[in-house]
């Protein structure tokens, strides 16, 4: 879908929102901005007003190549690492987003339309306590190991799954996406995300801020 190039786009600042936006946004793959294979960008529009935020990237299945190239370049050094050091990166995480809060916030009222006193009072609320949340899990978490009968014991140990794939919906784009990347994080699993088409905007802004505390990959 080719990107409206009229010069109408809408401009959330012009409303009083603290919301500047690039133009384009590409794919976040291996800690870096990747533009889509095949060159292609759609419109993200604006529920409020029916206009174009910002253009973003169309992607194929070569970018999803890339993404899981990259994701599983960097599963297992990222599944080697301490619990400790997992749990101290998510709460980096959420001091990250608290910071940014109303930035959130505003991305997410003008790409989904929900009222800004709910994105800001619940949804990005919600989804900075989630990464709070999973890294004290980890941190409580413990093995396991149990006598059967004479000859059989059972342990149990924890290890990574290696790369996930996370689908996130258009109702609740910032929160869903907190809600997969927190316990997949946690547990030491690299991911490979998409965003509803219709509603981006927040989970790329996220990706923005974060790209100095998540590890490549």
Same mark, same amino acid.
């Given at each position: 879908?080719?990107?409206?190039?009229?010069?109408?786009?809408?401009?959330?600042?012009?409303?009083?929102?603290?919301?500047?936006?690039?133009?384009?946004?590409?794919?976040?793959?291996?800690?870096?901005?990747?533009?889509?294979?095949?060159?292609?960008?759609?419109?993200?529009?604006?529920?409020?007003? &029916?206009?174009?935020? !910002?253009?973003?990237? %169309?992607?194929?299945?070569?970018?999803?190549?890339?993404?899981?190239?990259?994701?599983?370049?960097?599963?297992?050094?990222?599944?080697?690492?301490?619990?400790?050091?997992?749990?101290?990166?998510?709460?980096?995480?959420?001091?990250?987003?608290?910071?940014?809060?109303?930035?959130?916030?505003?991305?997410?009222?003008?790409?989904? &339309?929900?009222?800004?006193?709910?994105?800001?009072?619940?949804?990005?609320?919600?989804?900075?306590?989630?990464?709070?949340?999973?890294? %004290? !899990?980890?941190?409580?978490?413990?093995?396991?190991?149990?006598?059967?009968? %004479?000859?059989?014991?059972?342990?149990?140990?924890?290890?990574?799954?290696?790369?996930?794939?996370?689908?996130?919906?258009?109702?609740?784009?910032?929160?869903?996406? !907190?809600?997969?990347?927190?316990?997949?994080?946690?547990?030491?699993? !690299?991911?490979?995300?998409?965003?509803?088409?219709?509603?981006?905007? %927040?989970?790329?802004?996220?990706?923005?801020?974060?790209?100095?505390?998540?590890?490549? &990959?």
């Amino acid at each position: 879908m080719a990107y409206d190039k009229t010069p109408h786009a809408v401009k959330p600042e012009e409303y009083g929102f603290p919301l500047k936006l690039k133009k384009r946004y590409d794919n976040f793959i291996g800690g870096e901005w990747v533009a889509p294979v095949k060159g292609e960008y759609y419109s993200n529009l604006t529920p409020i007003t &029916g206009e174009a935020l !910002c253009e973003v990237a %169309s992607s194929s299945k070569d970018d999803i190549e890339l993404a899981l190239d990259a994701a599983h370049a960097a599963k297992g050094a990222w599944g080697k690492t301490s619990v400790q050091e997992r749990a101290n990166l998510l709460l980096k995480v959420a001091d990250r987003m608290e910071q940014n809060l109303e930035l959130l916030a505003n991305a997410e009222t003008w790409d989904n &339309g929900k009222p800004i006193r709910e994105t800001s009072g619940a949804d990005v609320p919600l989804a900075i306590d989630h990464f709070r949340y999973f890294a %004290s !899990c980890v941190r409580a978490q413990e093995g396991g190991i149990s006598e059967i009968d %004479s000859e059989t014991v059972a342990y149990h140990f924890h290890e990574p799954l290696g790369v996930v794939a996370q689908i996130i919906p258009w109702n609740f784009p910032l929160l869903m996406a !907190c809600w997969k990347m927190a316990p997949a994080l946690a547990a030491g699993n !690299c991911i490979v995300m998409k965003p509803a088409k219709l509603t981006p905007l %927040s989970v790329l802004l996220l990706m923005d801020l974060l790209k100095d505390i998540l590890p490549a &990959g």
